[in-house]
């Protein structure tokens, strides 16, 4: 096959515009962007990874784990549209296998609270599948009914990565109609040796979605409402005394005063985390709540 010229000369230009493109990309900016306020933080984050070793999660502490972060979430889609008033709830996790386990919300759903129930699958090449849905039974959190929780959460194969997914339905009492609920979150896990115990930390971002019906000029959607920030402290047993701690802020909408957060807090009681049998079981304190955003 024959090539023209005027081929010849349209790849040659071709070639050239390429270069002076790699060159660009390449080169500083000329003019300076202003500093990013977000980049100290950002840094610490990353460093603060790198310099960890992976989780040590076994299969009862990931299905237990799966638990409370779907509980906390289903408490941070009910505030959107039914507020941030004080409230307090009892929380039980407990496993009854390395794949099975249950979290009871104020007692659970055989008595006016709410039960979710988690399943996590065996692991496969590229991570770990973990299923939580509302149990049978009228479920409520304090005044207003669950109607359907339905999560599907997982882990990377390392475990530093976890990721949750879910669709959450609430009964509005005043109408009796169904606020429809979108959860996504990315929380990264990574393990530090603190004199001498074993941490898992993570920190992580939510965003808490909103159905709105469609029309025939604009369909359905699940629209964002809320972005929360979270983060996370697991002590190891180890024979000793484990802990649990969880603080989830809301970043977006902002507080009419800037300083302080609708705030979920979930503080477990000491030594019972687990039975030193591998075995997963909370028993913990979660408080809905304005506070400070200060993270302690």
Request: with cysteine.
């Amino acid at each position: 096959m024959k090539t023209s010229k005027q081929n010849l000369n349209a790849i040659a230009l071709g070639v050239a515009l390429a270069m002076g493109s790699m060159t660009a990309l390449a080169a500083p900016f000329v003019v300076q962007p202003a500093p990013n306020p977000a980049a100290p933080g950002a840094v610490a984050i990353v460093a603060a990874e790198l310099a960890a070793a992976k989780p040590t999660f076994n299969s009862n502490e990931k299905v237990g784990l799966c638990l409370i972060e779907s509980t906390v979430s289903m408490l941070a889609a009910r505030t959107n549209d039914f507020g941030c008033d004080k409230a307090t709830y009892d929380l039980h996790v407990e496993t009854s296998g390395p794949y099975e386990g249950i979290a009871e919300l104020d007692g659970g759903v055989v008595v006016g609270g709410t039960t979710l129930e988690g399943r996590l699958f065996p692991t496969r090449d590229i991570g770990t599948k973990c299923k939580v849905d509302d149990a049978d039974g009228v479920n409520r959190l304090k005044t207003l009914e669950l109607v359907n929780y339905d999560g599907a959460h997982g882990w990377s194969r390392s475990n530093e990565i976890f990721n949750s997914d879910a669709i959450i339905k609430l009964k509005d009492p005043q109408t009796g109609s169904i606020n429809k609920y979108r959860e996504v979150d990315i929380k990264d896990f990574f393990k530090q040796v603190v004199s001498g115990r074993s941490w898992e930390f993570d920190w992580g971002l939510e965003d808490i979605k909103k159905f709105r019906a469609g029309t025939s000029t604009n369909p359905e959607f699940y629209y964002p409402v809320q972005k929360w920030q979270e983060l996370s402290w697991y002590r190891h047993e180890n024979g000793l005394e484990g802990g649990l701690w969880v603080k989830k802020f809301q970043v977006i909408p902002r507080s009419a005063s800037g300083a302080t957060a609708c705030t979920i807090r979930v503080e477990a009681i000491p030594d019972g985390v687990n039975n030193g049998s591998g075995q997963f079981t909370v028993d913990a304190t979660v408080t809905v709540d304005r506070e400070s955003i200060a993270i302690n």
